[in-house]
């Protein structure tokens, strides 16, 4: 990681130098070895950034596999992985690798040192994978673990794609009849000397004050868009919305299990590394919403008691009658890992086919809605049309 150093010299000269070291303390000491004192250091300006998009983790981590199953050595494979390399960013972070390995020091600790990049998973598999001088197998376990993250993802994500664009070309149409055409019919029915329907009538009042105040309903929208789009922001941090959907009648029960899913398949495969139950557990609290998080605490304490897994997550939630079932069969037979990983294969299952159900119903359902919402709206237009023409027959 680059650092810029401001440095003062013994002739109270002042300068500022780029400093590539593994952290803070490292670029601070390098620049103390050359005789300079250092007033200020920080990360250099877009570092960070180009950082957090520098390397792709499932792509570097299947590279580094071939590379490693063709007979080469940890250091070998990142030699030829920085060879191979064009992007500057990329080459960067490999560079610091191979640095940190030719110190001498392990793979999992100079992993360590960017945790930016490399995940405390990555890094827990790898640590496991030095203990048992595995690994290929350990990155084959994170490959396929991440293969089935994102392939459930991208359903989820294509399942939500085609309801977005209805609401927006909807809501789209409709903004575009009540802020620009009905105040327009407005006009012209104003004067027209006849009494209107009353829902006719409320919707030209509404056209008539939207032409009168146009600017204070835009500040007035933006006044209300502005901090909806921050909180809404805010709770995705916080993980706000995955509480809501929770509380979510039918939706609720899909995201818990979703959040199990995960969590079971995390589990399975640190537990499948050689890592224990406790040690997986600490490492994925990070990665789990608040609720799952402080259930995850309550049920490491009670394994640390003595209990048994199965117990501990029931205790606490975590488990579903099927999953009980499969941790149960693990403890008897001592092959935790993979009923884990299994209880999460059956529960994406049963995601997928849950989306594949709601969005066949819920996309049909959105398009009549919309299509009601915009036919109304045109029909209170042409309704005193339509009563014109009937007194002119």
């Not at 009168?212 to 921050?230: C, E, I, K, S």
């Not at 509480?243 to 079971?264: A, D, H, T």
């Not at 589990?267 to 609290?285: C, D, K, N, P, R």
């Amino acid at each position: 990681m680059k650092f810029t150093v401001r440095t003062l010299a013994a002739d109270l000269s002042i300068t500022e130098l780029t400093v590539d070291g593994r952290n803070e303390a490292d670029a601070r000491h390098q620049v103390e070895l050359r005789g300079l004192f250092v007033s200020a250091i920080g990360p250099q300006r877009g570092a960070a950034g180009k950082r957090g998009n520098a390397l792709s983790l499932v792509l570097f981590s299947q590279e580094l596999l071939a590379l490693l199953q063709a007979g080469l050595g940890i250091v070998e494979a990142l030699e030829a992985l920085l060879e191979k390399e064009s992007s500057p960013a990329t080459r960067d972070v490999l560079g610091r690798l191979l640095g940190g390995l030719r110190e001498g020091r392990r793979f999992s600790a100079v992993l360590a040192d960017q945790p930016d990049l490399f995940s405390p998973l990555y890094i827990g598999i790898v640590q496991a994978a030095e203990g048992t001088s595995d690994l290929p197998r350990s990155l084959e376990r994170f490959i396929d673990y991440q293969q089935r993250i994102d392939k459930v993802r991208e359903k989820i994500v294509s399942a939500a794609i085609y309801p977005m664009i209805l609401l927006l070309v909807g809501g789209g149409v409709s903004a575009f009849l009540i802020g620009y055409v009905v105040p327009r019919f407005a006009e012209v029915y104003q004067g027209a000397g006849r009494n209107l329907p009353w829902m006719s009538q409320q919707l030209l009042y509404w056209g008539q004050f939207a032409t009168q105040h146009t600017m204070l309903l835009l500040a007035l929208a933006l006044a209300v868009g502005v901090p909806l789009v921050l909180a809404l922001r805010r709770m995705m941090a916080d993980g706000g919305v995955v509480r809501l959907l929770v509380r979510l009648p039918g939706v609720g029960e899909r995201v818990r299990i979703f959040e199990l899913s995960r969590l079971y398949l995390t589990l399975g495969m640190l537990s499948e590394g050689g890592i224990t139950l406790v040690q997986a557990i600490a490492t994925v609290q990070g990665m789990v919403s608040p609720g799952v998080r402080s259930a995850l605490q309550a049920a490491r304490a009670s394994i640390e008691a003595g209990l048994p897994m199965s117990v501990a997550f029931e205790a606490n939630g975590l488990t579903t009658p099927i999953s009980l079932r499969m941790l149960r069969v693990g403890e008897r037979t001592g092959d935790m890992g993979p009923m884990l990983t299994q209880s999460a294969a059956f529960y994406d299952g049963e995601i997928s086919r849950w989306i594949e159900r709601f969005t066949r119903t819920f996309e049909p359902l959105l398009m009549a809605g919309i299509g009601l919402i915009v036919g109304a709206i045109v029909v209170m237009l042409y309704m005193p049309i339509f009563d014109l023409a009937g007194d002119m027959s």
